[in-house]
């Protein structure tokens, strides 16, 4: 990070008179605990506590700029270990909520842009996805002769959450999940739609987009009457 340069003028500050209620940012004693504990604290002449006191005097437009709140990990070792109790995870995603979307790095966006348009984040399509499903139980039927796959089973307790990479790239790890529910001898369904278990919107920070698509994912949980959402990754 290069020479910061204060400003005497004042000015309007939207993203601090937002955040700092929410995370109280500004009980800050700057002692440092934060920066003790994070995994990525001096990445791009960053920390937690730095990233406090450029906002406190003025910087949010250079924290939100920065590449750093995309490297933090969001793993809250700083508000855990925080004394006075400063929210940094508010901080970081309020910080990725103000970069207009199109400007977000990597892929994050476009998954989640795919969750929402597709119900989940590898644009499987409802067919595909319920004939990986069924291809792992079908196989799994070798070492468990009677188990049978519940598809949108109506008022099953368990509603079965999935990673998409799993029938995608891993479906062998579906038995897994599936040998589980068997296992506990609980009363379980997977849905045919909206049942992605990973929401790549909590990390860009896109509000609208992760409301949705939980929405959409309870919505189907009580059209199956499931009482608990089971989120296996």
Same mark, same amino acid.
């Given at each position: 990070?290069?020479?910061? #340069?204060? &400003?005497?003028?004042?000015?309007?500050?939207?993203?601090?008179?937002?955040?700092?209620?929410?995370?109280? %940012?500004?009980?800050?004693?700057?002692?440092?605990?934060?920066?003790? !504990?994070?995994? #990525?604290?001096?990445?791009?002449?960053?920390?937690?506590?730095?990233?406090?006191?450029?906002?406190?005097? =003025?910087?949010?437009?250079?924290?939100?700029?920065?590449? @750093?709140?995309?490297?933090?990990?969001?793993?809250?070792?700083?508000? @855990?270990?925080?004394?006075? !109790?400063?929210?940094? =995870?508010?901080?970081?995603?309020?910080?990725?909520?103000?970069?207009?979307?199109?400007?977000?790095?990597?892929?994050?966006?476009?998954?989640?842009?795919?969750?929402?348009?597709?119900?989940?984040?590898?644009?499987?399509?409802?067919?595909?996805?319920?004939?990986?499903?069924?291809?792992?139980?079908?196989?799994?039927?070798?070492?468990?002769?009677?188990? &049978?796959?519940?598809?949108?089973?109506? =008022?099953?307790?368990?509603?079965?959450?999935?990673?998409?990479?799993?029938?995608?790239?891993?479906?062998?790890?579906?038995?897994?999940?599936?040998?589980?529910?068997?296992?506990?001898?609980?009363? @379980?369904?997977?849905?045919?739609?909206?049942?992605?278990?990973?929401?790549?919107?909590?990390?860009?920070?896109?509000?609208?987009? @992760?409301?949705?698509?939980?929405?959409?994912?309870?919505?189907?949980?009580?059209? %199956?009457?499931?009482? #608990?959402?089971?989120?296996?990754?």
């Amino acid at each position: 990070m290069g020479k910061i #340069v204060l &400003e005497k003028k004042r000015k309007e500050r939207p993203f601090k008179e937002l955040v700092a209620p929410l995370s109280k %940012l500004d009980s800050c004693l700057t002692c440092g605990t934060c920066a003790g !504990g994070c995994p #990525v604290a001096d990445w791009e002449g960053m920390d937690p506590r730095k990233m406090v006191r450029m906002i406190q005097l =003025g910087l949010e437009e250079e924290v939100v700029r920065s590449n @750093w709140i995309w490297q933090c990990t969001n793993c809250q070792r700083c508000t @855990w270990a925080c004394p006075m !109790g400063i929210n940094f =995870g508010q901080i970081i995603y309020n910080a990725r909520s103000s970069v207009p979307r199109e400007e977000t790095p990597g892929e994050i966006q476009k998954t989640a842009n795919n969750h929402r348009e597709t119900m989940n984040n590898m644009r499987l399509t409802v067919e595909d996805a319920v004939e990986s499903f069924q291809w792992m139980a079908d196989e799994l039927k070798e070492e468990i002769p009677d188990f &049978e796959l519940p598809i949108d089973k109506q =008022g099953a307790e368990y509603f079965c959450t999935i990673n998409s990479k799993q029938p995608q790239y891993f479906p062998m790890d579906l038995q897994s999940i599936y040998k589980i529910f068997y296992a506990a001898k609980v009363d @379980w369904t997977i849905s045919s739609q909206w049942w992605e278990g990973t929401n790549y919107a909590v990390f860009t920070g896109d509000t609208d987009t @992760w409301e949705y698509t939980l929405r959409e994912q309870a919505k189907r949980v009580e059209e %199956l009457g499931c009482r #608990v959402m089971a989120y296996t990754e």
